[in-house]
Structure formats: structure tokens, C-alpha cells
């Protein structure tokens, strides 16, 4: 199924282990509190790439869980830290006038935000839908989407297609996280 975007990956040199099974995606997500989207436990099923900047997802050592846990968790602390400095989204509704208020329904709605799964170094997508997520570049609050989908963006990592190429009509809206780029 993944076979052309495996065949980039491998003349990039990425590495590979077998795909999880049924069992190891299963325990990921309970491990994880996290829900794969269909086409990343696809992906995940038939490889898994290794190698720096990639995660393990098979290893459940003390040290890899706590910290995958801690990735899962940056960008959510990196909005916490930082609420002053994000635009209220006319998405929201009406802004409050008191900045307090304004952090506390920012707050409010990054409590019900998606999780977001690490892919490759800081890149991520929500675990919100099925299939076809976006992918996000987050470092701090500088997001920008980084693919409209897992094989896209693995073109734009790559090198096969260039940021200017990605098709911002053809990427799904996320919870939140479309809102603060």
C-alpha cells in the first residue's frame, strides 16, 4: 500500500524494522493515550522507520516512553507557556477584552485539542480524524503545515516536492491547531 513512499524513504536512506503488529499499534495507543489515524497505523503496520529523529514506537523502556510522553506534550506546554503571544482566531467567536480572559478560553480550547502524534523530529499530526491529517512543523509557537497528508509530507521532507507546492486548499482544518498558525 505504502510501497512508493517506502522506496523514497529507502533511497534517502532511511532504515526500516518490521511494521508493528495488531498487538504492539494497540498497546502504543493505550501506552500513549493517543488514537493513530488509519493511514499512519497503515504505514506503521507495514515499517517502521528508525533512526535519528525518528520514534520508537516498539520500545516501552522507562526512558523511551517518558520520552515520546514528553514530545506528545511539547506542544501543548509550548502554548501554556507562551498564551500571550497567540492571535485570538475569529474562529473562536468574540474575543474577550480582558487578556486574562482571553488566556483562559485559549486554555479552554486547548484543553479539547487533538493530540498530536510525532512523526519525525518536530513534525506532527493530529490524531482528530481517520486518514488524511495534515502534517504540522511545530517548534515553539512557530507552526506552519509541513504536508496535507503522511506521504506528502514525507515528499516535502525528502525533497521531492518543495514547501511552495503544498496545496493549502486540499489540507483538512484541525481542531485548534489550524486556528493558530
Do not use: T
Request: proline fraction near 4%; glycine fraction near 4%; charged fraction near 30%.
Amino acid at each position: 500500500m505504502y510501497s512508493n513512499l517506502i522506496n523514497k524513504l529507502k533511497e534517502k536512506n532511511i532504515n526500516f524494522k518490521k511494521g508493528l503488529d495488531n498487538n504492539e499499534l494497540n498497546e502504543v495507543e493505550s501506552v500513549y493515550n493517543v488514537k493513530f489515524p488509519i493511514d499512519l497505523k497503515e504505514f506503521y503496520a507495514e515499517v517502521l522507520p528508525v533512526g535519528e529523529g525518528f520514534y520508537n514506537w516498539r520500545d516501552f523502556s522507562k526512558i523511551n516512553v517518558n520520552n515520546i510522553k514528553r514530545v506528545l506534550d511539547r506542544p501543548f506546554q509550548n502554548v501554556k507557556d507562551d498564551l500571550s503571544n497567540i492571535v485570538w482566531n475569529e474562529n473562536w467567536g468574540n474575543s474577550p477584552e480582558d487578556s486574562k480572559e482571553i488566556s483562559k478560553c485559549i486554555m479552554r480550547l486547548l484543553e479539547k485539542a487533538p493530540k498530536l502524534i510525532p512523526i519525525y523530529k518536530h513534525r506532527y499530526m493530529a490524531s482528530q480524524y481517520n486518514s488524511s491529517n495534515p502534517i504540522f512543523s511545530i517548534y515553539g509557537l512557530d507552526i506552519i503545515y509541513y504536508g496535507e497528508n503522511l506521504e506528502q509530507y514525507f515528499d516535502l521532507e525528502l525533497r521531492y516536492k518543495k514547501h511552495s507546492e503544498i496545496d493549502y486548499n486540499n489540507i483538512r482544518k484541525i481542531d485548534f491547531w489550524s486556528d493558530i498558525l
